[in-house]
């Protein structure tokens, strides 16, 4: 029999927990707005008004056509769901809605908007935290508890398939939308990333801005065979986390995306509360690693809604390479002449 999200939900909502129906419904309403972005998005160059320039965000971002139209449906979704507070990239302010409800969702309705043009897979992220009430106070407070409190997490990934990768704390999941069914499938094995990887993805027209750690890091993995690593590496880039997580679950791999010495880059670029909690919580989940370069992402507090961290994740082995670089790359036995290939210590 064909497993599907809605069987998957079910059997999640049978445990006695308060919060769990209301996730389940949560994650009802996404999906039912997901499929209405991707109908959005398969209009391609069709949709003329959804890939235009609409302004840009305090920090500078541009925002698109697209970006506003999938916050709209995002936002009504969630007024039809248990969903005490909404905050999205698109909106400086967090939303209250249902104030007696369990939920607060936090989201970036598409993730990767500057490939609209380009036929380049792109997403929607989501976070689902407990609503540990805080009446009277700005409702953005209720973001403001470490990852590692997520109850739900996942992202829309509208590419060759529309599919779901969901985590509800208890391994990370594959879901396809099958249009013979009209519905989303699971599929048949849930992804485990392996521990190591011999494949990055950075943004490397930004090397000149990176600090000595993660110069270094990336250094060694480019000498190959011949180098420190004794490996050759494949390197990818296509500026659209979601693509990059979803092969990252597939195959392995690593992402990075440092802090840098750019004006507006010092703290990292990407958003803690709805882009690197949720992913960083799904990668987990799979057996992966995700940190800020040096700490644990899940371990960190937000102190704002909209704030921005350097993000890296991917196979665990490989993430906690990334972190002995930044912290002491001397101490890296490939690179320590005692230790190395042709160190005293090796025959």
């Not at 999938?70 to 248990?82: I, S, T």
């Not at 990292?268 to 690197?276: D, H, I, K, M, P």
Request: glycine share 8%.
């Amino acid at each position: 029999m064909t497993a599907t999200l809605d069987a998957f939900l079910s059997s999640y909502a049978l445990q006695q927990d308060s919060v769990r129906p209301a996730v389940v419904a949560v994650v009802h309403q996404l999906a039912a707005a997901a499929l209405k972005v991707r109908h959005a998005i398969n209009q391609g160059p069709l949709g003329t008004e959804l890939r235009a320039k609409r302004g840009s965000h305090g920090d500078g971002d541009d925002q698109k056509g697209l970006d506003v139209y999938a916050d709209q449906l995002f936002l009504e979704a969630c007024r039809n769901a248990p969903v005490a507070v909404y905050a999205s990239e698109e909106q400086e302010n967090a939303v209250r809605l249902d104030g007696t409800a369990p939920l607060a969702i936090a989201i970036d309705p598409v993730d990767g908007s500057s490939n609209i043009d380009t036929n380049v897979s792109i997403g929607t992220i989501f976070s689902l935290l407990p609503a540990a009430g805080v009446p009277g106070e700005d409702p953005a407070a209720l973001f403001f508890q470490p990852g590692s409190r997520q109850v739900a997490a996942g992202f829309f990934i509208y590419g060759p398939q529309l599919a779901l990768v969901l985590t509800l704390g208890s391994g990370t999941h594959i879901f396809v939308h099958s249009a013979r069914l009209g519905t989303f499938v699971q599929a048949p094995e849930s992804p485990v990333i392996p521990q190591r990887t011999r494949e990055f993805a950075i943004n490397m027209s930004n090397y000149r801005h990176w600090d000595g750690g993660v110069r270094l890091y990336v250094d060694d993995c480019l000498k190959g065979s011949e180098g420190p690593r004794e490996a050759n590496f494949n390197m990818r880039w296509n500026a659209s986390m979601v693509a990059e997580c979803y092969r990252i679950l597939m195959r392995g791999g690593i992402y990075l995306y440092p802090a840098d010495e750019r004006k507006g880059y010092h703290n990292g670029r990407l958003r803690l509360v709805y882009e690197a909690n949720p992913v960083a919580f799904l990668v987990e989940q799979a057996a992966g690693a995700a940190t800020n370069v040096m700490t644990r992402i899940l371990d960190l507090t937000p102190e704002s809604l909209h704030q921005r961290v350097p993000f890296v994740f991917g196979s665990a082995e490989e993430v906690a390479r990334v972190t002995r670089y930044q912290a002491e790359p001397s101490m890296i036995a490939e690179r320590a002449p005692l230790f190395g290939r042709r160190g005293l210590l090796r025959a």
